[in-house]
C-alpha cells in the first residue's frame, strides 16, 4: 500500500483537462506519423531516427521542457542502457532523447496491442515474457544473442511501475546480457514523469522532465562479476540522482 506522504498530489482543472485530452490527440498523431514511417522508410536506422523524431515532437507539441545531461556518457561503441521506470511515457522519452541506436526491451503484454506491436517491431524492439517460464527462457536466449553481437539494448530492469514514488528491485535479464555481450551497463535516470502521467491516471499534465545518462559500468571489472553486483551496482547509481526512495529498503525484502 502506498504511503501517503509519498503520492504525487496532481491537481487538474478545466484547463488541465484540456491540455490533457490535447496532449493526447498530439501523442496519437505522432504514433500514426511514426508508423506512417516505418511502413514507407527503408532501413531499420532509418526508421528508428524518423520515429525518434515523432517521439520528440510530442514534447515540443506539448510545452514539456526536457533537460537532458550526460549524453557523452554513452559509449561510441555498443552497450546496455537501464532506466529507472515510473510512468507510461518512459519509453517515449527513451526514444526521444536518446540516440536511435538502441533497441528496446519491452513487456511480451505489448503484443496484444497490435499498432503498438506493429510500430515496436519495425524499429527493432525486442518483447519478454514477465510470468511465463518458457516464454522468458526463449526471450533470454534471444537478448543473449543481440548483446553477444554487440546490439546496443534498453531496458527498464525493474519490470513495470507502480503509483509510490521509488525505485524497485531490479531484474537481472538486462545484466546478465551486458556480462555474456561484454558490454558497458549505462544508468540513465529519468526524473519528471510519474508527474506527469503516474499509474492510474488517465490524463497528462505539463511538467518539466529531466534525463540524466550516467557513467557508464564496465562488467570486466571484477566488483561487478555476477548480475546481481552489476544490478545493484547501478541502482546505487540511480538511487543517488533520482531523489525518490529505495523501495527495497522501504517495503523490506518480500518485494
Given at each position: ?30 504514433v ?32 514539456i ?17 537501464v532506466a ?16 536511435p ?8 503484454e ?8 506493429f510500430?515496436?517491431?519495425r ?13 522468458s527462457?526463449?526471450?533470454?536466449r ?74 557508464p ?11 546481481a553486483k ?14 525518490e ?11
Open positions: 500500500m502506498s504511503d501517503p506522504a509519498l503520492t504525487i498530489t496532481r491537481k487538474i482543472g478545466a484547463t488541465g483537462s484540456l491540455y490533457g485530452v490535447f496532449l493526447w490527440i498530439v501523442f496519437v498523431l505522432a500514426f506519423a511514426a508508423i506512417f514511417f516505418t511502413i514507407f522508410v527503408p532501413g531499420l536506422e532509418r526508421r528508428r531516427r524518423w520515429v525518434t523524431a515523432a517521439a520528440r515532437s510530442v514534447f515540443r507539441c506539448g510545452g521542457g526536457v533537460s537532458v545531461h550526460g549524453l557523452e556518457q554513452l559509449p561510441s561503441g555498443h552497450c546496455v542502457v529507472n521506470h515510473a510512468s507510461y511515457i518512459d519509453g517515449v522519452i527513451l526514444q526521444a532523447f536518446l540516440p541506436r538502441f533497441s528496446y526491451v519491452i513487456k511480451g505489448m503484443r496484444n496491442i497490435p499498432i503498438v506491436h510500430l515496436l517491431r524499429i527493432g524492439a525486442k518483447f519478454v515474457e514477465r510470468f511465463v517460464t518458457s516464454g527462457a526463449r526471450d533470454a534471444v537478448l543473449l544473442k543481440a548483446a553477444s553481437a554487440g546490439e546496443s539494448l534498453a531496458f527498464f530492469p525493474e519490470g513495470t511501475f507502480i503509483e509510490q514514488p521509488g525505485l524497485g528491485r531490479f531484474r537481472n535479464g538486462a545484466f546478465v546480457a551486458a556480462i555474456k555481450g561484454g558490454i558497458p551497463i549505462v544508468p540513465v535516470v529519468i526524473r519528471g514523469s510519474r508527474y506527469i502521467l503516474p499509474a492510474r491516471h488517465v490524463l497528462p499534465c505539463r511538467g518539466p522532465l529531466a534525463l540524466d545518462v550516467l557513467a559500468i564496465l562488467p570486466v571489472d571484477s566488483d561487478y562479476s555476477s548480475p552489476l544490478a545493484e551496482a547501478a541502482r546505487q547509481r540511480i538511487l543517488g540522482v533520482l531523489d526512495p529505495d523501495l527495497i529498503v522501504a517495503n523490506g525484502p518480500q518485494m
